[in-house]
């Protein structure tokens, strides 16, 4: 059944994730001043599932219980399907104005898929898709948070798996026991890990090279796995709303997930040893397509938050009247669109995969992926460029509040804006863009979806452009 907030967090502080915080260990990351905030804000995005307002949009009738569960969930067999898919990755994302990309709905969305699509899994071995099938209704129904770690340790790129310094830097299977699979090594980012459960998919691709096989695996843990941790990175949490009104709400922390001689339970295997079937994993099953469907859906209602943000920017500043601001204005106006063109042209491009799942077209959403780790830059730009200076001389909630906080009333208001409120908008902006979270962000658009330049390369392979270099040849009369 879909869960509350307060079931999120009664689960992360009983059974926390294996937390490592700059040598020390997290006891609870319910109260931890670099997880408390992100946590309170899981935990209100599983409340909405209950409010009366938003519960038809955010949950459907479980298959199985009739009680109502994420909408994430939902399998895709039509356009319908997508469509009410699609209206809660919004709702959610429009909480968070897009700044955490991995909300549970993103995964949930790949879990869907492959159980969907779960008899591509049986031709590794017939149990590997039950196992599938299982493992989705049991995530469905506890409606648990997942996080996952698809990269191998950045060590040396220029070789395979096999060839690091050592054979288990990546994550290999050291032996097989009758109780399941040891695993060894570590996988390069998770974020989020404020977890109930990692997924451990493929994501670069294999190369069909010997030792290869010792790699190519799928699996899920709970986070709390003996021998399982997570190596967190610098935390980025403002503490206070008002000064930091998006770090201190949206920090999804990353980490690197370390498996030391991990058991894996054979019910938890979804993949093992078949270097083939881990490199087309996400593409034949669908993920892919309902990843990215759930990915162009957040990168709107960021998009949103970001024209908000710059319009509201120039008109508390007067910049609004500038032709030039108008148009940096108007950029942003064009790449909300053309995202929107792309979210809404793959639902109604959609169409059924080899397993029946009902998969929002690739390459619309190729589009989409490809595109914005390009725009989100410039994004970012448009808001340094008409921001300016604001950016940086922020009185904080405190300085209001000091001997000199009449100066600041005077002193720090914008035209139409009052002091405090221009100061909680220029925050907003630099904590979107210029903090320590606001520099991940740019970052994460960069590379959450894979390395920009192979994913481009990938387009390259997989899109047909034979019709259009039969075009060309017709026109030069090359017929024949
Ligand atoms: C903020 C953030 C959050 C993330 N969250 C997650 C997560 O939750 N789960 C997850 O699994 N991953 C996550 N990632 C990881 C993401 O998938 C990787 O960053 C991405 O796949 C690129 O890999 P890399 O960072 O190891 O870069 P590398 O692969 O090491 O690339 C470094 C440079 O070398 C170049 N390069 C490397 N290999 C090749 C090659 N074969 N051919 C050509 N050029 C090459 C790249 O183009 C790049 O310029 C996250 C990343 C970021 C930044």
Redesign the pocket.
Known sequence: MARTGAEYIEALRTNPPNLWLKGERVEDPTTHPAFAGVVRSMAALYDLQHDPAWREVLAYPSPKTGQPVGMSFREAKSREDLEKRAAAYKAWADRTLGLM??TPDYLNAALTAYAQAAEFFAQGDPKFAENVRNYYEFVREHDLCT????????VN??KGPAEQPDPYIPVGVVRETKEGVIVRGA??????PVADEILV?P??VLKNEPGAERYALAFALPTNTPGLHFVCREPLAGDSPFDHPVSSRFE?M?AMAIFDDVLVPWERIFILGSVELTNRAYADTGALNHMAHQVVVHKVAKTEAFLGLVALIAEGIGADRFGHVQEKIAEVVVYLETMRAFWKAAEAEGHENDYGVFVPSRAKLDGARNLYPRLYPRIREIVQQIGAGGLILLPSERDFEGPLGEAMEKYMQGRNLEARKKAQLFRLAWDMTLSGFGA??E??E?????????MY?TLFEVYDKEPYKEKIRRFLGWEG
């Open positions: 990309g991995r996080t996952h770690a698809l990269t191998n340790p950045q790129r220029a996988r390069m980012l998770a974020t989020l998919f994501s670069t999804e990353d991940r962000q970052l994460y960069r590379f959450f979806f894979g390395d920009p330049v192979r390369q």
